[in-house]
Nanobody, 118 residues
Framework: QVQLVESGGGLVQAGGSLRLSCAAS????????MGWYRQAPGKQRDFVAT???????DYADSVKGRFTISRDNAKNTVYLQMNSLEPEDTAVYYC????????????WGKGTVVTVSL
């Protein structure tokens, strides 16, 4: 099993920045790609960004050029640097980790709230 704990959420004004962290524990060696998803009130959970163990990244079009995902394998932590935040970025942000040992198995954190005000 893998446990994921997010931190770094909060309230920020539009144009500001936040850095989210997700610390993994448990069966660390089973973790493959890690990523971030978000769910705004009344909406479905959407993909934000992902990073493989080797550092290959991918982003949703809505955050390209503003968000940066990174990963410290030694610390078992993935980060999401969010710049130029917009009110539309307001959501609960969830960390996700894919198992590299079992196809179709993934893990989720409980989420951290990001609120962007005008």
């Amino acid at each position: 099993q893998v446990q994921l704990v997010e931190s770094g959420g909060g309230l920020v004004q539009a144009g500001g920045s936040l850095r989210l962290s997700c610390a993994a524990s448990g069966s660390i060696g089973s973790i493959g790609a890690m990523g971030w998803y978000r769910q705004a009130p009344g909406k479905q959970r959407d993909f934000v960004a992902t990073i493989t163990r080797s550092g290959i990244t991918d982003y949703a079009d809505s955050v390209k050029g503003r968000f940066t995902i990174s990963r410290d394998n030694a610390k078992n932590t993935v980060y999401l640097q969010m710049n130029s935040l917009e009110p539309e970025d307001t959501a609960v942000y969830y960390c996700n980790a894919l198992s590299r040992l079992q196809y179709g198995v993934d893990y989720w954190g409980k989420g951290t709230v990001v609120t962007v005000s005008l």
